[in-house]
């Protein structure tokens, strides 16, 4: 096991019943480091991120942590199915449907779960006043938990899941449903807790944004990863990516109007029919804007939006294409 | 149509979901089939009757044969505190417990009858069963004794005719010997034994008699007189002769003395002569009176002659009386012997009091369940539902909301054994029950003001045994369904099943044998059992031994197949509520 992993995940298979979900998929996270898993709906990022916290029993395949978590009594990388009670005192998992005692109050969820994962009394209490601080829950701290808001849930699901000092940080779809401002907040915290030294893997389809957390990002597809996209490389380029949405049926007539101009090379036009996304990587924007806007008139066609993307998305649909 | 499409819709939802169809469409059927199978039958009972007696007469062997009948199993106890105990225990409906050497008649003997009057139901169907026994017994005992009396009266009937027709006949022979006697009385009448008194003066002729012997006497005197003397005076000339010899002297005494001598004589031929006078003339008279008599003997004679003819007529009356008689003896001698058999068959009634013979044994109802009002009879079966439905209802839908909430999924990320949230989840609906029970308790004790308090540790360690048996029950439904309500009405089916068949509604008893003894493992039935024990009998723990076994070992049972079930599950993927609630 390289030294800097710390889950290292070897040929896993699953599989519900005849369908078979995740098919021989490896994959390695490192020390510290904001893992981002990405994919299609339905593809297995939920799965994936249940095998690996032990949650589910994978048909094939291995997962082990890494000592570097486990401490000096654990000089060796053990197997997640051999010792999964252990394992399960490192590693904290934010569901994607918040999980905690909607009849308790956020403090109680807390010191429950904390007492579960035999966090001593005094260092709890410490824990839950940390946590509540640094979700923004300290003045819902003693209220009941099915009365927060959707963006206080899923705060306080984090919590619980980092109640114990977890070494890695589990986050399935830690945005879904929730508004821009508070995605925002979700993903702050997110970075928070990684800068205190917790290693996080975080499954979104929110390109954009686990674009501009995460430090690697595997694209699942079709059971695997197939690809893991580093987010420094993609800088280095310096392009623009732009992402337009008009009203469908009008794509194919833009498109073969745009590329009449010899200045757009048609490897930089991605059109992926199934999300009706085009992107289109340009080195000035400026002069882009106005060529579309033009053509668009000419054309009768009504451009919905036009904004600016990272390179993820587009490499994500050449990928997945 | 917009009604039939929603019910259409509802009824494709319901039948697509196998565990709700299951639950909602043949749960009830499964049920309701049981429970026909198990109270579809005439109407009869299975009772267990517990008897005693120090020694067993005819009378209550009789009693024990007729109970025997049917579908009846008589146990004979060692004791009467074993057959009281056998129905404390559950072991037998009832005790019936025999007076010794039971017999009709005696009015202070009766047979007790021992009943659990909390199992409410059931007593008056025993109730009514030893009564219609008892009665029937009693019936044909009655029957008996009045064909014994009846029979006693045709036989003295019959004799009685026989010593009619006797008496009637012996009353002829008195009459004919009456008669006969009659005619000999009337031939005596007239027999004349008498003779003339006055001809015969027997008076003169005994004086005659008596002079003449008076007479005799005395000349018989005087000679015996004489004669001593000329004995004496020959004796004294004797002696002088002797003494002096013969001289002149002497012949001159000798002659005096011969003088005297012959003086002597001399008076006594006088004295012979006088007497012979006298003598003489009285002789002549009692000649003359032995005449009369003669002739009065001789007119006697005459008169028996006559009277002999009479005599014999009379004779021949009286023995043909003699003979009348002695037949008639005969026939009363008859009589008699026909009264003896008759008081001695009348002896043999003994019973003779009419409500003895309408009734010829009594039975006497005793209840062993030391309470005074309904409610404190029905005490133990409330407690029981109680325990029942909180101790399985509740756990199963905890335990379901426990798995389906999202709460789950934390649970099973924590590094705890799934044991601990079981055993959890156990002590938490323990708690939850034993609070009630003491609720109820207290209310019973200071509201109802029936006494249970001081029965409360026996009555809570039974109730810890009963419900922990139905908290895993719960624990283990929980586990099967994903859906709150299929595991509540799965959880209310099988309660109701188990009260429905626990004899709470209706008795066990009158279940087929199968059942009745399937019944017995039905763990309601045991918890009633031991709440019933506790409460009305103060029973320690070491008499309910069985069954704290029993509910223990369904503890135990329910706990392991819950955990059998989680590791199957687990294996075979199928946590589907936890796959669906991640897979989102």
Redesign the interface.
Known sequence: MNTENVIEVKGLSVS??KQRVIHGLSLEVRHKEIFGITGVSGVGK??LL?AI?G???PDRGEINYSSIILGEKHPRPLKLRKHL??I??Y???S????????ELTPIE?LDF?GA???VPRRIRQKNISILLELMGLREVGNKIAKSLSGGMRKRLDIA??LIHNPKILFL?EPTSDLDPILRGRVWSVVKRVNQLGTTVVVSSHFLNEIEQLCSRIGILHNGRIIRVVSNKKQTKKGHVWLEVVIKPKQYEQLIGELLKNKSLNPENINYDKKSELLLVRVSHEGKFKELIHSTAKKLGVSITSIKRTGPLKEIFMQTVQ | MKIIKCISKNLKVLIRSRVASFVIILAPLLIFLLLEMAFNVPEQYTLHISVFSTDYSNLSNSVVNELNQGYFTVVQANSKEECIENVKGGISNTCLVFPPNMSVGKREDFIEIYLDSSKNNLVWAIKDIIKNKVEKLSLELSKNLTTGIINTIDFVEEVSNTSQSSSLSALEQLQRGINSTTSAISNLNTMSFGFDEDSLDVEAIKKDVKHATTTTENVIVKVRSLLNSLEDKFDAIKDDILAQGLNSSDEDELLALINSTKSSISELSFAIKDNANSSNMSLAQVSEGLQVITQGIADIKTMLAEDSNLKGDAVANLEATSQAISTSKDELSGIKDNLEDILSRLAQITVREPSEIVKPFDVKMVSITPVKTQMSLVFPQFLGILILFISLVIPCVMSVNERR?????????????RVVYVMGMYLTNLLLVLAQVIAVALITQFILKIDILYKLPTLLIGVLASSSAFIMIGIFLGHLFNEEHNATISAVSLASLLLFLSGAILPLEAMPPSFYYINQYNPFVITISVLRRSIFFNTPISAQAREFIILVLYSVVFYLLTFIYIEIM??R?I?SS??R????
């Open positions: 519900f019943g939920t799965t249940n916290v949650l589910i029993q009670r252990l399960k005192n590693i904290g998992y569901t994607q449907d918040p999980s905690f005692y909607e969820n779960f579960m994962y035999s619980c899941a399935d | 909430s999202s709460a789950g999924v934390r649970q099973l990320l924590t590094p705890v054994l687990k294996k993927h946590f936890i796959k609630l991640l897979a989102r």
